[in-house]
């Protein structure tokens, strides 16, 4: 099963712009992205995979970012690789996972208040709101 993480720096929260690591892991292998824009990596992940067709290639990326994450379904096995790790899972359960992951990251801004003026984080509630999940 592939699961998504996120881990904010607390360490400056008057920026508005919420820096911290993910973490995509399988039960053997793990990509980490260090000091990134998490709001718009879980945007972008969940705008990209939610449409995502049976043997469809994608190549997800930030703005912010040089490496992109590349995505293949493979009937229902997701592969993901970045740079040099890749890691592979069931699809319906990662994508379910990564909305959970998305609403406990919405949840934690509005309590710390950073999804005051944060327009990203307002497009991705509204995101999941669509969702219905």
Known sequence: MIKISFQIDLSDNNDKEPLGNILISDSLRSIVIEKTYVDAWL??????????SSDE???????EEPVPIDVILN???????????????????????????????????????????????????????????
Do not use: P
Not at 43 to 52: E, H, P
Not at 82 to 106: C, P, R
């Open 43 to 52: 945007l972008n992940l969940i705008r990209d995979l939610k449409n995502l």
């Open 57 to 63: 290639n994608k190549k997800i990326d930030i703005l």
């Open 75 to 133: 009937e229902e096995k997701l592969n993901i690789s970045y740079g040099e790790e890749k890691i592979s899972g069931d699809y319906k359960s990662f994508f379910q996972n990564l909305v959970k992951t998305a609403w406990s990251f919405i949840e934690q801004m509005e309590l710390m208040h950073w999804n005051l003026g944060n327009e990203t984080i307002s497009v991705l509630k509204k995101e999941l709101i669509k969702l219905g999940l």
